[in-house]
């Protein structure tokens, strides 16, 4: 198979191929004080120096300036928090994408518990492994898609996944990666290589 890009739209391409994506969990309080929870599969490290976090979302019809939740409270508040999805959480994640009105918070739906977070004002979602309080960067506009980033001020890690000399134990780490469609995927089968010199 050929794929022309001019041809139509290469979600399913990208999204089926681009795998397995980490997920952003990101949860923003609005102007409104309503805490809101969104899952992004368009999601990864962007800069280690300063310490960034980048999610893409996408346009929404229907929303005002066609802008999710999560960015616009972003980007009206300076902060967001990203939450890790392992498997314990991933029924949870998977609540927290359905469409509510923009008044509604996810963490009620979904019956998620709250935590507070350290340095910003977005709840953290009770119990992850991990989850890194950010302060808005900027946002790039990319055409159907922003990238909103977000410098890390500071991180929660469960010390149940940290090992003996104070580092993150991956083999400790179930994350649930996005592949395509309604399939997602789990770390189990991991393997070492080393790098050559």
Not at 67 to 90: C, H, I, K, P, Y
Request: proline share 7%; glycine share 8%.
């Amino acid at each position: 198979m050929e794929v022309d890009p001019t041809d139509g739209s290469l979600y399913r391409t990208l999204s089926s191929l681009v795998t397995p994506r980490p997920i952003g969990w990101v949860s923003t309080t609005g102007p409104d004080d309503v805490d809101n929870l969104a899952p992004f599969s368009f999601f990864n490290v962007a800069c280690v120096s300063p310490p960034t976090l980048q999610f893409a979302p996408g346009k929404r019809r229907g929303r005002p300036a066609g802008l999710t939740d999560s960015q616009r409270n972003a980007e009206a508040t300076g902060e967001f928090v990203v939450n890790v999805v392992t498997r314990e959480f991933v029924d949870a994640m998977n609540e927290t994408s359905a469409t509510l009105a923009p008044g509604e918070s996810e963490f009620d739906h979904a019956g998620l518990e709250r935590a507070a977070s350290t340095e910003v004002t977005p709840p953290r979602v009770a119990g992850v492994v991990a989850a890194f309080e950010c302060e808005h960067r900027e946002t790039v506009d990319l055409g159907s898609n922003a990238l909103v980033l977000g410098e890390v001020v500071h991180v929660h890690v469960d010390d149940r996944v940290v090992n003996g000399v104070g580092k993150v134990d991956v083999a400790e780490v179930d994350t649930v990666g996005r592949l395509a469609g309604s399939w997602y995927d789990r770390v189990e089968s991991r393997f070492r290589m080393e790098r050559p010199d």
